[in-house]
């Protein structure tokens, strides 16, 4: 069975400061691994994904994961927060065995201060 | 293009009615999807389909029904809603094992 865990259901930074959302995982096989961010009110926007290509991989709006495999981890960063950053950010492991169904962690809110 | 459309955005429901919520996709992907989200969790999925004529459960299938007649529709249909049903339902599609999904924007369902 595959699990998601992201630390921290609130996570809150400063206009311009690094974001970093957490995110581990458990896999009986090799994981693809997914970021997806949701607005208020809107469906999910896929950030970034890894899919056993290069360890750091890197999406939209500046945002980047690496996977480490030793760590179980998938965490997100961003290096200046933006005030559009504000929203939920959902980590999610997919097992290509059952349909490329998606196991999702709790989610992640962030809050961006001026 | 349309990508994923739902219908309807909202729906108001009684225990004990019936309803179907509808999903369509213009992308002409194989893999199908329904997830529930409930207030300050991630998404479950309920059923899936990797193509027309086949479902299959997901997480939590209990008190929902699907079916696949065609690549572009995969409606969900509740039978006899019950307020643990109350929740925001996602459509998404994929084009194989190793791409993404794409969502719906959502339909957003109270049941009282």
């Known amino acids: 069975a595959q699990s998601v865990t992201q630390l921290g259901s609130h996570v809150s930074v400063s206009e311009g400061a690094l974001v970093l959302l957490r995110c581990n995982y458990s896999s009986s096989v090799p994981p693809y691994l997914f970021w997806y961010v949701q607005y208020p009110n809107q469906g999910l926007q896929l950030l970034l994904k890894?899919?056993?290509?290069?360890?750091l991989v890197k999406g939209i709006n500046g945002f980047e994961a690496e996977f480490k495999k030793s760590e179980t981890s998938f965490h997100l960063t961003k290096p200046s927060a933006h005030m559009s950053d504000a929203a939920e950010y959902f980590c999610?492991?997919?097992?290509?065995?059952?349909?490329?169904?998606?196991?999702f962690g709790g989610g992640t809110r962030l809050m961006v201060k001026p | 293009n349309a990508g994923v459309t739902q219908t309807p955005k909202f729906r108001i429901l009684k225990i004990g009615q019936s309803m179907t919520l509808q999903c369509t996709q213009d992308m002409n992907h194989n893999y199908m999807y329904w997830y529930r989200q409930d207030p300050g969790m991630g998404l479950k999925l309920i059923y899936y389909s990797v193509g027309a004529g086949i479902t299959d459960k997901g997480e939590v299938p209990n008190g929902y029904n699907v079916s696949r007649s065609t690549t572009e529709d995969f409606p969900l249909r509740l039978e006899l809603a019950a307020p643990s049903q109350t929740s925001v339902y996602f459509c998404?599609?994929?084009?194989?094992?190793?791409?993404?999904?794409?969502f719906g924007p959502g339909t957003r369902l109270t049941v009282t």
């Open positions: 890894y899919t056993s290509a290069a360890t």
């Open positions: 998404a599609t994929s084009g194989g094992s190793l791409y993404e999904q794409y």
């Open positions: 999610a492991v997919s097992d290509p065995r059952a349909g490329n169904m998606l196991t």
